[in-house]
């Protein structure tokens, strides 16, 4: 049998164990894979382009288990009250190829993506930095703000987005998340006094977020918006006077913020500053920018906690989405042909 | 809500059309697809290989609606008991980028298969084909043979296998089928006075299942087993003489029985005999040969068969793979964190 995990019980396993319990923990899984990244199988995601949107199969392996997202991204979704970004993902056993687990990863990937971020900060940040400005209050930045709470000394937000009803959203949201927040009418009163920048404007277009006058030394930018070709938030000046912080070069230097600059523009896999292997912030004065695009590894982490998560809970279920006949080879006994075909339930 | 079709629901819903009449209705959808195979995106499947087998995700889509394929080949899983292939799917709204069923693809990917080659064979073989000779007796053998009972003439089959227990699990599931079955002992004694050739051998190794000399004037060839690169069953004398069809040319030089020929071996491509570009059989001499190992269209037709097939009936269920958000901005409502946690069921 395959375990099942959908929203419902999804959002009841991030309920009982505790949202920041749930970063922290998530967070945890995503940098123990990240310290091994080397193990990892990077296979380039896999898109199919339509004029309304893009749906991708993101792959990865261990060796010992295999994950892949399926994902979409369909920005015309929201006026139709539909969700521009879906996705789920499934891991398998790699020696028998067999599912295990098939999991909703809408919510996943909002909360992946918001730990990593996090993570990240806590690396390449001031240390006893508190103050973070947002610029776009979208789907993902209640997830945001709650992954530095968990993993960080941020407790102040300073956030801004065009749109009021995006706003009030997120005010309502975070009204009981212990968090100091103040809404601010331009991203560049956002920004003031901010120890650290997250960008995550949903426009699919080259925008400027952020122009280069905004952004002061020692400032950490989590440039999290930008994730596709044509669609970038940061304005070059700033990538050339910071150091630029991605997980998969080969992949951000098509979709993420670098897309602007030079092929050979200098980049740090975070991989290797998470394992000791290169620093991150060297100095008070250093501008650091997360480029963050996502990558498989961080949703295969993702499954393998929710899958550690859900063990010997009642927060899954089990699906046959695999056939188990006793004579392996014997497939076609499990169509019963000559079972009467009478009250059978799933 | 997405549609859910286990191997539960499959296996009931076969039954509940009537294996040969599903096997029919699949036919027609596949070779629907077929005929309009320019309207598809052909991508190459994303394989991920290890030392026990390999993982694919094989997708497709026509513009309206995008499928892909999750399927596994691990040839030492049947001495522990487990299948070698298990697969499952998945059929998605392009313009949403929703997914609206997910399938088991365990027996549907049999049933595909079995239904192409009975579907091609009607195009191929010689009128009036009543004999057909099966090679190798596993878990696809006798989905193969009910196709061609469903789709063709053929009436009388000559079969053998290296394995007796195979043999012995093939004569029992067809001893109701209304077909005449004769096991023989050897592929040459099988093969002979057959108007048709099916090889359906699972060894992953270059094998010789047929030589050439096995091989008359007028015989198709149904050439199943040989699926991926270092497996065929076919002499490359027969692929000389005859006539080869395949599926995606790109896919099959790499993985089929031409892999043992040149680059610009010719072959012709099925779907242009089926929509009528291209002449099948020209003479009743031609040895014509259905070089097949798989293509994602057919995939997809089977998940849209199985879509239809389920509409306003029991044989699905609906889980929650995804959200609705009454505000697709407001995900993180979807968390419902001020909810007590009690009581909540999936």
Chains 1, 2 share one sequence.
């Not at 006026?79 to 067999?98: E, W």
């Not at 103040?182 to 650290?196: H, K």
């Not at 523009?265 to 997360?290: C, K, M, N, Q, Y």
């Amino acid at each position: 049998m395959v375990q099942y995990v959908g929203t419902t019980n999804l959002a009841r396993l991030v309920r009982h164990v505790g949202l920041e319990a749930f970063l922290r923990g998530l967070a945890g899984y995503i940098e123990d894979d990240f310290r091994r990244w080397p193990q990892f199988e990077k296979i380039p995601r896999l898109a199919s382009h339509s004029a309304s949107g893009v749906i991708e199969l993101m792959p990865t392996s261990d060796g010992a288990l295999y994950a892949f997202k399926y994902v979409n991204g369909h920005p015309c979704n929201t006026a139709a009250g539909l969700q521009t970004v879906t996705a789920f993902g499934v891991l398998s056993d790699v020696a028998t190829g067999y599912p295990l687990l098939l999991s909703e990863m809408t919510l996943l990937t909002a909360l992946r993506t918001a730990a990593t971020s996090a993570l990240v900060a806590r690396s390449l940040a001031r240390r006893g930095s508190r103050v973070m400005a947002m610029i776009g209050l979208g789907a993902q930045s209640e997830f945001q703000a709650m992954a530095f709470r968990a993993l960080t000394d941020v407790r102040r937000l300073q956030v801004h987005d065009t749109d009021p009803a995006a706003a009030r959203k997120f005010m309502r949201n975070m009204a009981r998340a212990g968090m100091e927040v103040t809404l601010m009418p331009t991203s560049t009163g956002a920004v003031m006094g901010a120890d650290i920048i997250t960008t995550i404007t949903a426009d699919k277009q080259q925008a400027t977020v952020l122009s280069d006058n905004m952004v002061g030394p020692g400032v950490h930018i989590n440039a999290v918006g930008g994730d596709c070709p044509g669609k970038t938030e940061l304005q070059p000046g700033i990538l050339s006077r910071g150091r630029v912080f991605v997980e998969l070069p080969e992949q951000t230097r098509v979709e993420g913020e670098i897309q602007q600059m030079p092929d050979d523009f200098p980049v740090t896999e975070i991989w290797r500053v998470l394992a000791g292997h290169e620093p991150g912030r060297v100095s008070d004065h250093d501008i650091t920018i997360f480029d963050s695009v996502g990558f498989a590894t961080e949703d295969f982490s993702a499954l393998r906690y929710v899958r550690d998560g859900v063990a010997g809970t009642d927060f899954c279920a089990d699906i046959d989405l695999l056939t188990a006949p006793r004579d392996p080879r014997d497939l076609f006994g499990l169509l019963d042909l000559h079972e009467p075909e009478a009250g059978n339930s799933i």
